[in-house]
C-alpha cells in the first residue's frame, strides 16, 4: 500500500527556515520521483520541487528556486524540502507525491499519490 506523510510545517518568521519530511512506504523512492507541492487559500495548486534519486534529477519552480533544496534518505525512505529565506507568500499548505514515473515534471498530472499535507505559515 502507497503511502506519503508530510511532516515539519509549522509557524516561521519571515526569513527563517523549516524543513519538510515526507515519509514513503510501499514503495522504493529509486523507483519513482517525489514532488512537492503546495497549495494556498483561494489559489490554485503549484508545484514546487521535484526529484528523481534514481538520476539524480531535480526540478525548481521560479518562485523558489535558490533559497529551497531538496534531498532523499534513502535508508529512511524520505524526502525532505529545505526552504530557507521565507516569505509571507510562502505560506501554503505543502503537499508530498509520487511521480507516475522514475522521472516527472512538477506537474499534477505527472503524479498519482498524494499525502494529507503539512501547514507552513510564514508570518511575523
Known amino acids: 500500500q502507497v503511502q506519503l506523510v508530510e511532516s515539519g510545517g509549522g509557524l516561521v518568521q519571515p526569513g527563517g527556515s523549516l524543513r519538510l519530511s515526507c515519509a514513503a512506504s510501499?514503495?522504493?523512492?529509486?523507483?519513482?520521483?517525489i514532488g512537492w507541492f503546495r497549495q494556498a487559500p483561494g489559489k490554485e495548486r503549484e508545484g514546487v520541487s521535484c526529484i528523481s534519486s534514481r538520476f539524480g534529477l531535480t526540478r525548481w519552480s521560479d518562485s523558489v528556486k535558490g533559497r529551497f533544496a531538496i534531498s532523499t534518505d534513502n535508508a529512511k525512505n524520505t524526502v525532505y524540502l529545505h526552504m530557507n529565506f521565507l516569505k509571507p507568500e510562502d505560506t501554503a499548505v505543502y503537499y508530498c507525491a509520487r511521480g507516475r514515473g522514475v522521472v516527472a515534471d512538477i506537474l499534477a498530472h505527472d503524479y498519482d499519490s498524494w499525502g494529507q499535507g503539512t501547514q507552513v505559515t510564514v508570518s511575523s
Open positions: 510501499g514503495f522504493t523512492l529509486d523507483d519513482y520521483a
